[in-house]
C-alpha cells in the first residue's frame, strides 16, 4: 500500500508540474499534430487546422482561416504554416521535437496580410515570463506576441541549434500582470515599413516562474523588440 501511494504521489506530483507549466494553454510546443506523414523532398499541400495545430485557431489579416500548409511555404503570399518530420530544405527546419509552426506574412503595394495563431487559457498564477523560440532567414522579419490584447515587450535571451542545426533564438516575455489572468495569447507576424516579407519560425513556448531582465538600448536597436535574422537563403516555392 505505501509503494502504490508513493508511485501516486509521484505521478500527480509530475502532473501538477506540467500543469503549471502550461496552465491550461494546450500544445505549447506543436507536438500534437495528427498528420500524415509528408516523404523527404516532397511539398505537402493544404489540410485542416485542427489536425495541424490542435487547441490554436488562425487568422490572415484578420480573417479565419481552417486550413494551413504541410511541409510547404508561400513565399509571395500570407499563410499559416507547420513543417514536420522529413521535412528537408536548407531555407529552414523543425526548432525542436516533430512540428514547428510557421506564420508568413505579407505587404505589397500598401496591402497588408498579417498571419496569427492564438488560443484562450489561463496564465499559472506565479508566473514572471513567457518564453518560445523563434527564427527566420529574413533580417527584416517582426513579430509581436500579446495577451488580452497587450502587447509584451521581447527580449532576447539565448541562442541555439537543434539537433538537425536549426538555429533559433530564445525570446522572453514579461506576464507578471497577468498571472493567474484567463485571456487569449496571440502570436503575429508584422511587417516592417509595409513592405515584403515577414516569415518566422515559432516553437516550444513556455511559461516560467524566472523573470525575464529588462530590454536594453542595443537589444531593442538592433532587433526593433522582436527581429530575428539568421541566413540569407532562398525558399522553395510552393508547389
Do not use: C, H
Amino acid at each position: 500500500m505505501i509503494k502504490a501511494m508513493t508511485i501516486t504521489g509521484a505521478v500527480l506530483l509530475a502532473a501538477a508540474l506540467s500543469v503549471y507549466g502550461q496552465g491550461t494553454f494546450q500544445n505549447l510546443d506543436f507536438e500534437s499534430a495528427n498528420l500524415s506523414a509528408i516523404p523527404a523532398g516532397q511539398y505537402g499541400g493544404e489540410v485542416s487546422l485542427s489536425a495541424a495545430l490542435p487547441d490554436w485557431s488562425a487568422s490572415i489579416a484578420g480573417v479565419a482561416v481552417t486550413q494551413v500548409l504541410q511541409n510547404n511555404l508561400t513565399i509571395t503570399a500570407a499563410s499559416v504554416d507547420i513543417l514536420g518530420p522529413d521535412w528537408t530544405s536548407t531555407f529552414s527546419g523543425v526548432i525542436d521535437g516533430n512540428y514547428t509552426a510557421v506564420l508568413e506574412s505579407v505587404a505589397i503595394s500598401g496591402t497588408t496580410d498579417d498571419a496569427s495563431i492564438f488560443q484562450s487559457g489561463t496564465i499559472p498564477i506565479g508566473t514572471q515570463s513567457l518564453e518560445l523560440k523563434a527564427w527566420s532567414f529574413q533580417p527584416t522579419a517582426q513579430f509581436t506576441v500579446s495577451f488580452n490584447g497587450n502587447t509584451l515587450s521581447a527580449v532576447p535571451l539565448s541562442s541555439g541549434q537543434s539537433a538537425s542545426g536549426q538555429p533559433y533564438t530564445v525570446y522572453g516575455f514579461n506576464v507578471i500582470p497577468y498571472a493567474g489572468d484567463p485571456g487569449q495569447l496571440e502570436i503575429t507576424t508584422i511587417v516592417p515599413n509595409g513592405n515584403g516579407l515577414s516569415q518566422i519560425e515559432f516553437d516550444d513556448i513556455s511559461f516560467s516562474p524566472g523573470a525575464v531582465p529588462e530590454p536594453t538600448a542595443l537589444a531593442l536597436s538592433g532587433i526593433g523588440g522582436v527581429l530575428i535574422a539568421l541566413y540569407r537563403r532562398f525558399a522553395p516555392k510552393r508547389q
